[in-house]
C-alpha cells in the first residue's frame, strides 16, 4: 500500500485559520491585538525569505508584525539594547531573533536575554529547562508542527519507538522531549551512531533532522512507519534550467515512500508547519500575559 502522505501545507493552513479566530475574540472581547516581533541581523538570504513569510503571515492572521533590521556589524550591545525595547514593549507578545547571527555575536546571551515569556521559539534556558522537565512552557515551533502532524495521524503515541535522527537544540533535542512526553522510547541518534541503519529500523515514527540531503534511505525503514522529514536542502539542478535548484529533504523521498505508512514531504510538509506554530505560540504568549 503506498505511504499516506502528511499534508503539511494544508495542516497549517487549519492551524492558521484557528489562530485568525483566536485573533478576532481576543480583539472584539478584549481590544488586544497580539504582537511578533522578528529581528533580523545581517543580509543571509535564506533568513530574509523566512523573516518576510513570517511577517507576511503575521499580517495576514491578524495580528501586529514589527521586523528589526539590523546592519550585519551591530554590536551585541546594541542588539540587547534592541531586544531590551521589545521585552519591555506592552503591544509585543512574542520575540524572535532570527538565526544565525553573525558569528561575532553570542547567540546564547542574545537568546537567554529575550524575556522567557515572549520567547516565542522556546529556545531560552527557562523553556528549555521547563519542556525538560514536563512543565508549562513555550515549545520551539518545529518540534511542535511535527508532533502536531504525528498525532493528528497516530492519535496516542504512547508505546511507540521512535528515532530522532540529528541533536540539534533548534530541532532534535526538543523534538526527543516532546515525544518523551507523549509516551514514546525515544533514541536520539546522530553522526556518530553505531550501525545508523539499524538503529532507524527499529522505529516506529522517524524524524530526519540531520540537514543533509535525501541521508535516509528506503532501506532503513521499518515497513508501515512514519517518516517525519526535517530537511530542508537546496541542490543545484541544471537540468531544470540554468542557476535553478531543487528542494528536497534528509529521506530520500522516493524510496522512503515505498516503505513508510506515512510521510512527510518536502517541501510542502514540516517547513508550513513551522510559521503556523510560531503564529500559535505568539497568541499563546498573549493569552499568558493577559491571564
Ligand atoms: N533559523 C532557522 N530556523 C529557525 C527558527 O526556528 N527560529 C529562529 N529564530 N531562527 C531560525
Not at 508549562?136 to 511542535?144: E, G, H, N, Q, Y
Request: hydrophobic share 40%.
Amino acid at each position: 500500500m503506498p505511504a499516506t502522505i502528511i499534508d503539511g501545507k494544508a495542516f497549517a493552513a487549519r492551524v492558521r485559520t484557528q489562530v485568525a479566530g483566536h485573533v478576532t475574540r481576543l480583539k472584539q472581547d478584549h481590544g488586544i491585538t497580539p504582537g511578533l516581533a522578528v529581528v533580523l541581523v545581517g543580509e543571509d538570504p535564506a533568513s530574509q525569505v523566512y523573516v518576510r513569510s513570517k511577517g507576511k503571515q503575521t499580517v495576514e492572521v491578524g495580528m501586529k508584525s514589527v521586523e528589526h533590521k539590523l546592519d550585519a556589524q551591530t554590536s551585541e550591545a546594541d542588539l540587547l539594547a534592541v531586544i531590551d525595547r521589545l521585552n519591555k514593549d506592552p503591544e509585543i507578545h512574542g520575540i524572535l531573533v532570527q538565526l544565525p547571527l553573525p558569528g561575532h555575536l553570542d547567540e546564547d546571551l542574545v537568546i537567554n536575554s529575550i524575556a522567557p515569556e515572549k520567547d516565542v521559539d522556546g529556545f531560552h534556558i527557562s523553556n528549555v529547562g521547563l519542556l525538560g522537565t514536563g512543565q508549562k512552557s513555550m515549545v520551539p515551533c518545529t518540534p511542535l508542527g511535527c508532533l502536531m502532524m504525528l498525532r493528528d495521524h497516530h492519535g496516542s503515541l504512547s508505546g511507540m519507538e521512535a528515532v530522532v535522527i540529528g541533536r540539534s537544540n533548534i530541532v532534535g533535542k526538543p523534538m526527543a522531549q516532546l515525544l518523551l512526553g507523549d509516551s514514546c522510547t525515544v533514541t536520539i541518534a546522530h553522526s556518530r551512531t553505531k550501525d545508523l541503519p539499524e538503529v532507524v529500523r527499529r522505529a516506529d515514527i522517524v524524524v530526519a533532522a540531520v540537514g543533509r540531503p535525501e541521508m535516509v534511505p528506503g532501506d532503513w525503514i521499518k515497513p508501515g512507519a512514519t517518516v517525519i522529514d526535517v530537511g530542508i536542502n537546496r541542490l543545484d539542478a541544471p537540468e531544470k534550467g540554468e542557476g535553478k535548484t531543487l528542494l528536497v529533504g534528509d529521506v530520500d523521498y522516493e524510496s522512503c515512500a515505498a516503505v513508510a505508512g506515512a510521510i512527510t514531504p518536502v517541501p510542502g510538509g514540516v517547513g508550513p508547519m513551522t510559521i503556523a506554530c510560531l503564529l500559535a505560540n505568539t497568541v499563546t504568549a498573549c493569552c499568558r500575559a493577559n491571564s
